[in-house]
């Protein structure tokens, strides 16, 4: 089946400092959403990316879906504590398939 | 709009009882409602995929004589995990694909967290 791979695992980053997590797949997407969960809630949509090399940009969140449509990454600028948390990517048309996770702290 | 209720949020039970969680959506009916297990510090893993009104579909590796789900009305779905053991204590998450949108759209629900003691 389709396998989502996401690195890093985790990321350490100074506040203020860019940052960039990287989702790969096996197959080809059709498209590739990006989900946020903060210690002890629930994952929370964050964008859809459905265009090869389409680019999304959320304030200080840019999010790259590759041209292939096989690789997808989010980058952080001026992260800020409220940053925190666990970023997923997930892909699939039918069933959504995540990838492990970027698991993300702040050091003030 | 589009908005997921789960209940409970948590659970705590003893091993050997089955405990039943609920997924509703509240402001959409949902032709299809998705289950999710996430143990600590680890990804979303999907366990099945639930169409109303008829039989769940089990992903592989997941006892569907374990994970019972029902999937009655629209904007109802429930799993319920019997004779659990301390093993099946996880963050379990549904999601809900409504009526007329788009396939690929989920709403996920705000989770139960379910220990088994």
């Known amino acids: 089946g389709q396998q989502v791979m996401q690195i890093p695992q985790y990321q350490h980053v100074q506040e203020g400092e860019d940052f960039t997590t990287y989702c790969n797949s096996s197959?080809?997407?059709?498209?590739i959403q990006w989900y946020k969960q903060r210690p002890g809630g629930h994952p929370v949509f964050l964008i859809q990316?459905?265009?090869?090399?389409e680019v999304k940009k959320q304030k200080r969140l840019t999010f790259q879906f590759g041209e292939a449509k096989k690789n997808s990454s989010l980058h952080i600028t001026a992260t800020q504590t409220t940053d925190v948390g666990t970023y997923f990517c997930?892909?699939?048309?039918?069933?959504?398939?995540f990838g492990a996770g970027t698991t993300v702290t702040v050091r003030a | 709009g589009a908005v997921v209720s789960q209940h409970p949020s948590w659970v705590i039970c003893k091993s050997g009882t089955s405990v039943k969680i609920e997924c509703r959506s509240l402001?959409?009916?949902?032709?299809?409602m998705f289950w999710y297990r996430q143990f600590p510090k680890q990804s979303l893993m999907l366990m099945a995929t639930?169409?109303?009104?008829?039989?769940?579909?089990?992903e592989q590796g997941v006892e569907k004589d374990k994970f019972l789900i029902n999937h009655a009305s629209l904007t109802l779905s429930t799993l319920t995990v019997t004779s659990a053991h301390p093993e099946d204590s996880s963050f379990y998450i549904c999601?809900?694909?409504?009526?007329?949108?788009?396939?690929?759209?989920?709403?996920f629900g705000p989770g139960t967290r379910l220990t088994v003691l």
């Open positions: 999601s809900a694909r409504g009526v007329g949108r788009a396939y690929n759209e989920q709403f």
């Open positions: 197959t080809t997407l059709s498209n």
């Open positions: 990316l459905v265009k090869s090399g």
């Open positions: 997930a892909g699939g048309y039918y069933k959504l398939s």
């Open positions: 402001d959409f009916q949902a032709t299809t």
């Open positions: 639930s169409n109303e009104g008829s039989k769940a579909t089990y």
